[in-house]
């Protein structure tokens, strides 16, 4: 697992990117129990400046780093190849010695970690080939992605012995050469991306949530009441008091993003009392769109799960994905908030010449 982590912005926005090894076997207690230091720090990877300009010189630095990247990854991996591939003796809890095979079977990290880690564009699925369209629609199963595919890529004839000109890198969202995890023994890349509860739902679904939901309360005049309601909160056992109004703060942890979940959904029935006509329907569906998303949670953190309550989150997410819409409106992407910022820099430039022609 690899977490990269923001150290401070006081010394030139310093980051740190460690990497972390554990066994699958262990139990979670265990394995989440700092005493019991079932989890190892194992490299810190090297990080790069940023690049913001799209320069022939900057599209090289950016393959230079990412030769490194795999580079490094290489010498990580490197005492484990031999081991996967032959077994190794080792010794058991009931005394006798069994020969174990020890392959890499989970890598987590966010999103952004996987993109730079599997070599493939930050709007693609590190696991499956879903459509760029198709992102968070929870519509079917789509085939998983083969990476041996794309690692044997001829730029003369497509992909393998095919001869599909319109089939490109480009096209499937893959960078060739790129992808960390290729050549590991017993280890399919698409199948090392695990979803967890930090990354997939606390930062993930609740963070995108949480951005959409002022605008809604801003369009209806119900945004003073939410941080009037989320200041009131009274303290109790466990539970950590929020000090700020919602508006207010200004950077999330996973740790507040797993306390948000347990009142966000109180917070947002007492802020939406006593609509008008117009807004029956409206904050129904928000109040069902965020209830689907805490039940989902709450049930995603059962230690085990057996079918049934494998169905009731899928219903659940399903439920999500269908009322979403009443937010969607409010969600602005990078590419629009750029193009909202150049059009604010050309109105601030233009205003000059426009009072010049309408002065006397």
């Not at 009931?94 to 952004?112: E, F, N, Q, T, Y």
């Amino acid at each position: 697992m690899s977490d990269q982590t923001h150290l401070t912005n006081f010394s030139g926005d310093k980051k740190a990117w460690p990497v972390y090894i554990t066994l699958g076997n262990l139990p979670s207690g265990r394995c989440n129990s700092p005493t019991f230091m079932a989890v190892l720090l194992l490299a810190l990877l090297p990080i790069h400046t940023k690049l913001s300009k799209s320069s022939k010189a900057d599209q090289h630095q950016r393959q230079i780093n990412a030769d490194t990247l795999r580079d490094v990854f290489e010498i990580i991996f490197a005492r484990l190849q031999d081991p996967a591939h032959d077994g190794l003796p080792i010794d058991r809890a009931d005394g006798k010695v069994r020969r174990c095979l020890p392959i890499l079977a989970a890598w987590i990290a966010d999103h952004l970690e996987n993109v730079a880690l599997h070599g493939i564009k930050s709007n693609v699925c590190p696991t499956c080939k879903v459509p760029v369209v198709e992102l968070g629609t929870n519509m079917k199963v789509y085939p998983v992605r083969d990476y041996t595919i794309y690692h044997h890529y001829d730029y003369e004839n497509g992909i393998g012995e095919t001869d599909h000109a319109d089939i490109t890198p480009d096209s499937l969202g893959i960078r060739l050469g790129q992808n960390a995890f290729y050549g590991l023994n017993r280890a399919s890349p698409s199948d090392l991306h695990k979803p967890d509860m930090l990354h997939t739902v606390y930062l993930g679904l609740f963070k995108h949530m949480m951005d959409w939901i002022p605008g809604f309360l801003t369009k209806h005049g119900r945004l003073e009441a939410f941080d009037q309601v989320w200041k009131a909160l009274p303290p109790y056992p466990g539970f950590l008091v929020p000090k700020k109004a919602y508006r207010e703060i200004t950077q999330w942890q996973g740790k507040e993003m797993r306390n948000l979940g347990r009142y966000v959904l109180g917070v947002l029935a007492v802020a939406l009392l006593q609509p008008w006509s117009a807004q029956l329907i409206p904050f129904k569906r928000a109040l069902g769109c965020v209830r689907a998303l805490v039940d989902f949670n709450t049930m995603a953190q059962y230690r085990s799960h057996p079918a049934e309550t494998i169905t009731y989150m899928e219903a659940y997410l399903d439920i999500f994905h269908k009322m979403k819409d009443i937010f969607l409106e409010f969600h602005v992407t990078k590419r629009i908030r750029a193009k909202i910022d150049e059009q604010r820099r050309e109105l601030r430039h233009d205003r000059p010449k426009t009072t010049e022609r309408i002065a006397p």
